[in-house]
């Protein structure tokens, strides 16, 4: 008969000693806190690139934003160029408008005094002055004229700059005249 042959194993550490030893413990606890620790590198390295790529969007983004916002703020900074000169005008309009009123005043006062055979050539209103050339058909004409505006209140001051006529032959009077007016004792 045949004899079986017999496989003989000879292990030196058992397995179940060695893990029930201090040691073999130990050994296996560093093993699992080792691999938690590993575990845990890995995952705070997983988490910090992810964090690192939604902050690099996050970043381009912003860059996007800032550099569109830039050429807006710069479109805005013409338009508000524009919109300043603008309210400039507007202010000035405003003044002229009141001043206007002033002019129309003077001229409607000029107007009331004036013969209506006198042709006026130009009219010129500063702040407290209202200067106008033109004739007039004769001297009587004239010294009426000049009468009325002497009366007026609002007239302060009367100069005759240029005074001309055509003697006999052409009675026409020419003239320049300054007035120094005050405006705000106008009533018509």
Known sequence: MAKKQSSIAINLLSSKSFEASPVGQTFNWALRI?????????LIIIIALLVRFSLDRKVDQ???????NTDIIQQLGDTEIKIRKLQNRLDNIDTLTKDDQSLSEAINLLEHNLPKTAVLETITLNQQQLSFEGTVPNETVFSNMLASLQIQPQFSEIVIDELSSGGLSDPEISFSIKLSCDLAKTEL
């Open 34 to 42: 080792g691999k938690l620790i590993l575990f845990g590198t890995f």
């Open 62 to 68: 912003l860059a996007e934003n800032i550099e569109s």
